[in-house]
């Protein structure tokens, strides 16, 4: 936790939610809205007050004046990172909090918590874990875009505070020949098990007796391990997973040398990957759904659907404006109570700098259905 940051915010007025209500992203709009609703009753105070941002930063920008100028003391949203970009000078110009909804944790600043579950909330928990097992020899596969880069960030910064040595991360360019050349790299095989490979094959190639001898007696020596034993896996789509499955035995990474490790978004793809017997036991850090489960319940019984997984941060944010609106105001020193706010996703603290702790659970890949390897915790008091 830091300190000396400035005490930021209004202490009272309506609550205004961005949401782009037109345009391309209208349906995870109207889930941010009908979720934001649930916890803002009618007739209640204070309101809510919802303005369509068109999913632009223009249109965020616009919104968010408009709510200022109507008297609104606390943001909720907008969505998209570039939005939240524009709006949060507007915000800061007016001494107003933002609670948005992006993951791209790079935007917290005192005064703005990115409400989305970020990378680097993932990287902390899923790689506490692994350190406990003692999985500290860390390599990281990752996805050469901006997700890719912002794991990068979040495991250098992980490894550094754990005071392991810094991970080797090669990152791959989608396909089955980018993800097959990133495997051979960080597999270091060519140093490991060609060599070997090379004098088997001489061996035999050599037609005696003695050389298909000792042929089979290399053939029983086992490949040395790799330079790492934890792996954490980037891919969030099945057909990449799919393909790493097939290499990385074949490159001579597997479990239990290696500790595979991913992101959060491995909670939709698990059943998919249980069917891939190297991936069994492979951890990730997520929300434990049994936290949501009475919320998930309400909005079913409202809206007649189950929520997507926005809607839970959309409900958290419009949860903690109400506490915070009967606690003394919208202001970071009520916003960061060290005890924190018990959430849909599990506990959240927000901080004085803008960053956002949370309890996730991590869980292991399963047949069946994934296991909690680590449940979430009660409270986030200890950093």
Not at 5 to 10: A, I, L
């Amino acid at each position: 936790m830091m300190g000396n940051e400035p005490v930021t915010g209004h202490v009272s007025g309506n609550v205004l939610l961005l949401a782009p209500l037109s345009g391309n992203l209208a349906p995870v709009g109207q889930v941010l809205v009908n979720a934001a609703k649930l916890a803002f009753p009618p007739g209640g105070s204070p309101k809510l007050d919802i303005r369509d941002t068109d999913g632009t930063p223009q249109g965020a920008a616009a919104a968010a004046k408009a709510g200022l100028a109507a008297g609104d003391g606390l943001i909720l949203g907008p969505l998209t990172a570039a939005e939240t970009q524009a709006v949060a000078p507007i915000a800061k110009a007016d001494g107003v909090n933002m609670l948005p909804f992006t993951n791209d944790g790079s935007l917290a600043a005192p005064g703005i918590w990115p409400m989305g579950i970020t990378p680097s909330q993932q990287v902390h928990r899923v790689l506490k874990v692994a350190a406990a097992d003692g999985r500290t020899q860390l390599a990281a596969l990752l996805p050469d875009n901006d997700f890719g880069h912002h794991l990068a960030d979040a495991i250098n910064a992980e490894t550094a505070k754990l005071g392991e040595p810094a991970a080797k991360i090669v990152y791959y360019e989608q396909g089955f020949t980018g993800v097959n050349r990133a495997v051979e790299q960080i597999s270091d095989f060519a140093n490991r098990g060609q060599a070997l490979e090379s004098q088997i094959k001489y061996e035999r190639g050599l037609g005696t007796a003695a050389g298909r001898a000792k042929a089979h007696e290399l053939e029983a020596k086992p490949v040395p391990p790799p330079s790492f034993n934890a792996l954490f896996i980037g891919a969030t789509d099945s057909d990449t997973l799919a393909e790493l499955a097939n290499f990385l035995p074949y490159y001579d990474v597997y479990p239990p040398q290696v500790q595979f490790l991913g992101p959060a978004l491995w909670a939709n793809l698990a059943p998919a990957m249980a069917h891939q017997n190297v991936l069994l036991g492979a951890l990730y850090a997520a929300p434990d759904p049994a936290a949501s489960a009475a919320f998930d319940a309400k909005y079913q019984a409202t809206y007649g659907a189950p929520p997507p997984s926005i809607a839970d941060i959309a409900f958290d944010a419009a949860a903690i404006a109400r506490l915070a609106a009967r606690a003394g105001g919208y202001t970071s020193t009520v916003l960061t109570a060290p005890a924190g706010f018990t959430g849909t996703d599990g506990v959240l603290v927000l901080e004085p700098d803008g960053t956002v702790r949370r309890g996730l659970a991590v869980f292991a890949v399963a047949p069946g259905a994934p296991r909690i390897a680590s449940s979430a915790p009660a409270t986030l008091n200890q950093p």
